[in-house]
């Protein structure tokens, strides 16, 4: 069993900057790719990044890319997602979840473990 736990979300204005942390607890020997989705009010849970932290690849939805940073330090069984020029739309309850998958996939189904979220809300 792994267990993620979010922090860093809050309030932030427009074009500024948030770090969302996710800390992975148990076995986390088993997982092998750490990734962040979001879901906004009356929308469905979208994907945003994920990375696998023993091949250091990356993916990202089109949405963040060149905005976001995702980063994972095995040491501490922790993954990062550095947000800059944060935009109103990027509004959400943002999700760790983990995957014994080997490829940063997108698909929520590929994720077996999820934290409980955190907020970001950007005004404008």
């Known amino acids: 069993q792994v267990h993620l736990v979010e922090s860093g979300g809050g309030l932030v204005q427009a074009g500024g900057s948030l770090r969302l942390s996710c800390a992975a607890v148990?076995?986390?020997?088993?997982?092998?790719?750490l990734g962040w989705f979001r879901q906004a009010p009356g929308k469905e849970r979208e994907f945003v990044a994920a990375?696998?932290?023993?091949?250091?690849?990356?993916n990202y939805a089109d949405s963040v890319k060149g905005r976001f940073t995702i980063s994972g330090d095995r040491t501490w069984n922790t993954v990062y997602l550095q947000m800059n020029s944060l935009k109103p739309e990027d509004t959400a309850v943002y999700y760790c979840?983990?995957?014994?998958?080997?490829?940063?996939?997108?698909?929520?189904?590929?994720?077996?473990?999820w934290g409980q979220g955190t907020q970001v809300s950007v005004s404008s």
């Open positions: 979840a983990a995957s014994v998958a080997v490829f940063p996939t997108s698909r929520s189904g590929a994720y077996e473990y």
């Open positions: 148990g076995r986390t020997s088993s997982v092998s790719v």
């Open positions: 990375v696998n932290w023993r091949l250091e690849s990356t």
